[in-house]
């Protein structure tokens, strides 16, 4: 092959093109506050962000080359986008080689790539575009990103992630721009041999980690060990990184320390640092912020959201919700796998009204609600598991007959990493009256509507009584509404 010899070490040419940018366009600079800003806001006063599903991005890749190797197949163009998929998606494989003090650290970027199906014109397209240069080889001074220099032009930067892959000088892998740069040069470029794992893709950099860094600078990271040689000043802006002297190169072995950040020492697996393919594994949650707060702000035009499939959230009712565990942890894993519920020797009920999911045991109501992802639920063909296997911790699912649900000095405290709700003693006895009424016209309603539940699910409801049963269950949700929010939940 034509090209020159293959890089031996990871060089990355964005903070070049940062500074370059700093100095020769007057709006980058407050383009970049802006961008700077709205990270600080999600980072620090922990801003709500936007896009709470997953963010598809459509990419075009311009393949621009000389020699025809340097014209890279489809096979190769799909196999990088496929590492994508599993980098941003927290897929990767090699994620169980994250040494397991930083393992709670790694996140799901919930961000997806796909090539375009449609290009700027409104016609069909596979997503890339191939170019004929008389160029030997591109700096990072933009130039493959135009036809007048040899490159080929930027598709519409809000809609694209533009990537050109070509032959590039100075051993370097590739670059990026960051947010608030000029649409034209918008976006990442790979040196082919770099450019996902097969065909010209060459070790150490044949597994496509150069296109997850390069996109990640993309999204607004800055190099995890910020960017001042190999002092101890610099910043990423990311608050779950360690402090980290200069870039990680080649496979360091744990710990790496600098900086006195030991015992664990640099996060030299993260994609951000300059280590090879085969050593990077992950992004941090607060990088995965940083990220999604750039799509929020700078980015806020390009890509479709789907629904989160790891999301499942539940809704405590204001005085019962319990969970029984068999002693140890309780877990609940909705990602890919099966959520599973053991039923106990008292009724668990599932009733669907088509809308809100809901189940129902006999002593409170445990609602869950399902915000558009798909929940399943699979049937044991045991009936009842719980009679085989007593629980360790023996937590009544129902209320005492004719008593209330305890409210007062016994405590009820649901934790969660985002918060806690705790009964005390503390309300007033009106206060507390209130509560006992509703709670007793919800079990009315309650009783109500599982009669028409069982009557439905024989076949005895004829239309008009299946709306009375969506007016009841309509009061029945405004009630408990109303409840809710007297009870302070
Ligand atoms: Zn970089």
Not at 14 to 31: D, G, K, Q
Request: negative net charge; aromatic residues 8%.
């Amino acid at each position: 092959m034509a090209d020159k010899d293959l890089p031996t070490e990871r060089t990355c040419g964005a903070m070049a093109v940062h500074e370059r940018l700093l100095r020769t366009v007057p709006e980058y600079a407050a383009a970049r506050a802006a961008s700077e800003t709205r990270a600080w806001e999600v980072a620090t006063l922990r801003a709500g962000l936007a896009r709470t599903g997953v963010t598809v991005i459509p990419v075009v890749v311009h393949v621009v080359s000389k020699t025809n190797a340097q014209n890279i197949s489809a096979a190769q163009i799909q196999s990088q986008i496929d590492v994508l998929n599993r980098d941003f998606r927290k897929t990767n494989p090699d994620v169980a080689s994250i040494p397991s003090v930083f393992a709670p650290l790694t996140a799901d970027a919930r961000i997806e790539f796909v090539l375009a199906t449609t290009d700027p014109q409104g016609n069909a397209t596979d997503g890339i575009t191939r170019t004929q240069t008389n160029a030997t080889g591109f700096a990072d001074d933009d130039s493959v990103k135009s036809a007048a220099t040899g490159g080929a032009d930027a598709w519409p930067s809000d809609k694209y992630l533009n990537t050109w892959v070509c032959q590039l000088t100075n051993n370097l892998l590739g670059y990026a721009q960051f947010p608030g740069g000029p649409a034209a040069t918008d976006g990442v470029v790979i040196l082919h041999t770099a450019f996902g794992t097969t065909g010209t893709a060459a070790a150490p950099f044949n597994l496509g980690r150069t296109a997850t860094h390069e996109i990640g600078h993309w999204l607004n990271l800055r190099h995890i060990w910020g960017d001042d040689g190999t002092g101890c000043n610099g910043s990423d802006f990311v608050n779950d990184t360690p402090n980290q002297a200069g870039p990680n190169t080649g496979t360091p072995a744990f710990p790496r320390i600098t900086c006195n950040n030991g015992p664990n020492g640099d996060l030299f697996v993260n994609y951000m640092d300059y280590t090879d393919d085969v050593a990077m594994f992950m992004f941090t949650n607060e990088q995965v912020a940083r990220m999604q707060a750039s799509l929020d702000s700078d980015r806020s035009t390009i890509g479709t959201v789907k629904p989160s499939p790891a999301t499942l959230k539940f809704q405590d009712d204001p005085f019962t919700l319990k969970f029984r565990d068999d002693g140890g942890t309780l877990k609940f894993a909705d990602d890919g796998g099966t959520l599973k519920f053991r039923d106990d020797p008292v009724t668990l009920k599932f009733r669907d009204d088509g809308g809100t999911l809901k189940f129902g045991d006999d002593g409170g109501t445990l609602k869950f609600r399902d915000d558009g992802g798909t929940l399943k639920f699979r049937d044991d063909p045991i009936k009842n598991p719980a009679l085989e296997k007593p629980p360790a911790v023996d937590v009544p699912m129902k209320a005492p007959a004719g008593d209330l649900p305890v409210v007062g000095p016994a405590p009820f405290v649901l934790a969660t990493p985002h918060h806690s709700m705790a009964w005390t003693g503390s309300f007033p006895e009106a206060h507390r009256a209130a509560l006992a009424s509703g709670e007793e016209q919800l079990r009315d309603y309650e009783q109500v509507l599982e009669q028409y539940a069982q009557a439905q699910a024989a076949g005895q409801l004829s239309d008009a009584d299946m709306a009375e049963g969506d007016r009841l269950y309509a009061e029945y949700l405004q009630l408990f509404e109303e409840y809710r929010q007297l009870a302070g939940g």
